[in-house]
């Protein structure tokens, strides 16, 4: 970006400018003497009126005041909370748009980090991109006597309503009113953010899509149990309810789940189904949050390891075990590798289960695991990794390209890190050959991809 000594543009003042280029978080980008103003809300095409609202040195920030001339892109019909959730930022546009500029988004991102040139392919979306998250992180927030669970504000800390979110099934929504009723009639003492305060702090909800069935983790600052009568009243209404969790957080920072979870009443578990697997599921552990796209994506893992029956796998950073047993029935060996202890006994049971007897779980870190296999003789024919956002660590990369596999399978919820990581891979031996987005995230800037990478060098296993 070009640093100016003067800017072009000053704090506070409305200018005219056409939108000719968005950013990775799906901002519009428009130019004024070369200067870039980043505009949420705006579309590549929409000629706009912005307030700008944050100059730095090369660039500057602006606040949509009026569009001018419209793209065909624009959507219509927007929710209510448009102006002030900081939830979906990608709303306002249509829904085919919103899965062009994520493959946009992937594309540039290989590119300009990576340095991958590669044609990436068309983003598989939803058939309706509603109601899909199985879910949701509410914070609770009391003003003036009244509880309310909902969303951080756009640019603040504020706590906002949600008012019938359409990421979430009409069930945990009636819930969500429900639950904002009796907080309130019951006096619980709500968490104040800024004196550190109180004791109810979050409700997390997760549902099985496949059974409807729903797990309520109340997330409190101390270990006391103040939650009975509400367990009961929530019973008495919702017998879709039937796990109900306390997670003790006291920890001050923005990090919702603490480290102890107590089953307060109910199976402990939730069920849910992905292609002909079922999955059980705790509460600590990982499961994708929107169950549709999830079978799309592990469908897509099993197609780029074209699997005979005859091969070894390693399913990296594995969770409950999904893309293991995806893969299971068409492998001989699979090792799947998590950290997190309690997930990896859910991919044990998962094994059970699903009747599979050739998948092998191990808690361990993969920067620890990996290494020490390949240094003892060991290969996979296939290594799927499935990193958090932040990505590998360089012990994982350096391992995977040492343990030769005929097919690396990289799947990401993050295309910066994930071209990162791929640079390296490139550089130990392995050539990028299919880029597949996944659209995980409906109405949000973010992007799930999928990675197959074949060995350039002969000594790969095949
Ligand atoms: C994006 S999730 C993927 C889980 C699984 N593949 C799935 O699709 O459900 C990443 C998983 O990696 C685990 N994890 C994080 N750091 C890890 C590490 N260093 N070693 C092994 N697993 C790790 C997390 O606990 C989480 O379950």
């Given at each position: 970006m070009q640093k100016h000594s003067v800017k072009p543009v000053e704090l506070n003042q409305e200018y005219t400018l056409v939108v000719n280029s968005h950013s990775h978080e799906g901002e519009g980008i428009g130019r004024i003497n070369n200067f870039a103003i980043f505009v949420p809300g705006a579309i590549p095409g929409e000629e706009v009126k912005v307030k700008i609202t944050e100059v730095k040195k090369s660039f500057a920030r602006g606040v949509l005041k009026e569009i001018i001339v419209a793209s065909?892109?624009?959507?219509?019909?927007?929710?209510?909370?448009i102006d002030t959730c900081?939830?979906?930022?990608?709303?306002?546009?249509?829904y085919d748009a919103q899965l062009e500029m994520k493959k946009e988004i992937v594309e540039s991102t290989l590119k300009k980090i990576g340095g991958i040139e590669i044609e990436v392919a068309p983003t598989i979306g939803?058939?309706?991109?509603?109601?899909?998250?199985?879910k949701g992180q509410f914070h609770v927030h009391k003003k003036d006597g009244q509880v309310t669970l909902g969303f951080y504000n756009k640019n603040s800390h504020d706590v906002m309503g949600?008012?019938?979110?359409?990421?979430?099934?009409e069930k945990i929504n009636e819930i969500v009113v429900f639950l904002e009723e009796i907080l309130t009639d019951e006096q619980i003492k709500v968490y104040n953010q800024?004196?550190?305060?109180?004791y109810l702090r979050n409700i997390v909800f997760r549902q099985s899509k496949e059974t409807n069935e729903i797990m309520l983790i109340f997330v409190t600052?101390?270990?006391?149990?103040?939650?009975n009568k509400i367990i009961s009243l929530i019973e008495e209404k919702f017998p879709e309810v039937t796990s109900f969790f306390q997670n003790i957080n006291p920890e001050p920072?923005?990090?919702?789940?603490?480290?102890e979870f107590k089953l307060?009443?109910?199976?402990g578990l939730i069920s849910d189904k992905l292609g002909s697997l079922d999955f059980a599921i705790s509460p600590e552990s990982f499961f994708q949050v929107n169950t549709e796209q999830a079978e799309k994506l592990y469908t897509k893992a099993l197609e780029y390891a074209?699997?005979?029956?005859t091969e070894t796998v390693v399913d990296a950073y594995c969770g409950i075990g999904t893309i293991s047993l995806f893969m299971a029935k068409h492998a001989k060996k699979v090792y799947g590798i998590e950290s997190v202890t309690r997930a990896t006994e859910d991919a044990k049971f998962n094994a059970i289960i699903n009747e599979v007897t050739n998948a092998e779980f191990i808690a361990a870190k993969i920067e620890k695991w990996l290494p020490k296999w390949v240094e003892e003789g060991n290969s996979a024919d296939v290594i799927v990794v499935d990193p958090p956002?932040?990505?590998?660590?360089q012990e994982t990369l350096q391992a995977m390209v040492e343990a030769k596999p005929g097919k690396i399978i990289y799947v990401s919820c993050n295309p910066s890190t994930l071209a990162r990581d791929l640079k390296f891979i490139v550089a130990g031996g392995y050539e990028v050959k299919k880029v597949q987005p996944v659209?995980?995230?409906?109405?949000?800037?973010h992007v799930e991809s999928i990675i197959l990478m074949t060995s350039s060098t002969s000594e790969a296993k095949k």
């Open positions: 065909k892109n624009r959507n219509q019909e927007n929710c209510t909370l900081g939830g979906c930022s990608l709303q306002h546009m249509n939803m058939d309706e991109p509603v109601a899909y998250r199985n949600t008012n019938n979110c359409s990421l979430f099934s800024k004196d550190k305060t109180g600052n101390n270990k006391a149990n103040k939650l920072g923005p990090i919702i789940l603490g480290k307060l009443k109910g199976k074209g699997l005979t029956g956002r932040k990505g590998c660590d659209d995980m995230f409906p109405l949000t800037s």
